[in-house]
DNA sequence: CCAGACGTTGTT
DNA sequence: GTCTGG
DNA sequence: CCAGACGTTGTT
DNA sequence: GTCTGG
């Protein structure tokens, strides 16, 4: 599944990959947790720009009667999302983009668990497969939020985890985006996912609060990755 | 008809 | 064990 | 996803 | 909102 990710790439190349044209990226994350503001891409037209904006990880379907459903629902598998009444709608209006660098996925070892990160070999950003809502409770301030595919692991990630997020590779962001369309399962297959390298990391990463470069740090001593440092402010 | 659920993950 | 908060 | 809380009373 | 269970 994916319950938490990396967001360090530079803003530059963020935007065009995504071919965002506008809005708030917000700053470089380590350890995005669920119920946090994430940047994700999508139109608001069918023709319209790409533009970015912040929304809270969980997605709170539009008959929700209180936000508290969205603690669960931060992931929907992409193999039922289109007929679930609780992301159906969203599967068919509201398909976004969720810029990532890396994800987490902790191995069970029966003892204890062993946190990978998960990303690019040179450390490249990636688009994740969202859904995404407006939501609002009588005259309320609008909540936006969101949740993130999910598809069976490649043989590679197989043996740390079963599930793995729904990533499209470039050629297939604008058919993810067009709502026009009904989007293709072939989308969904993780064999079309880009290379993906798993690395160990310390359980500094279990504990939300710590949000720093400490989480992408190879446990094996493996030189820091290209392309991941941070940001310069 | 109304009431109540609506989800994922992993584990058993 | 289960729920909430991040 | 993991971490951390999980309760009441009365008093300040 | 929409579907399932009673």
Known sequence: ????????????????????????????????????????????????????????????PGWARDESIGQRLINARSE???????????????????PADGFYEWRNLGSRKQPYWISRPEGEPFAMAGLWESWRRDDGPELLTFTILTTEATEDLRPIHHRMPVILPPEAHAAWLDQAETPSAELFVSGRA???????????????ANDDAECLRPLDGEAPVAGTQPRLL
């Open 80 to 98: 039922t999302a289109a007929e679930k009444p609780s992301f159906r709608a969203a599967f068919r209006q509201r398909r976004c983009l969720v």
């Open 1 to 60: 599944m994916c319950g938490r990710y990396s967001l360090t790439s530079p803003e530059e190349a963020m935007r065009r990959l995504f071919d965002i044209q506008a809005g708030d990226i917000g700053p470089p994350r380590y350890n995005l947790a669920p119920s946090q503001l994430a940047p994700v891409a999508r139109r608001e037209s069918a023709d319209g720009p790409v533009l970015a904006r912040l929304m809270r990880w969980g997605l709170v």
């Open 194 to 208: 880009p290379e993906l390298r798993p690395r160990a990391v310390s359980t500094h990463v279990n504990r939300p």
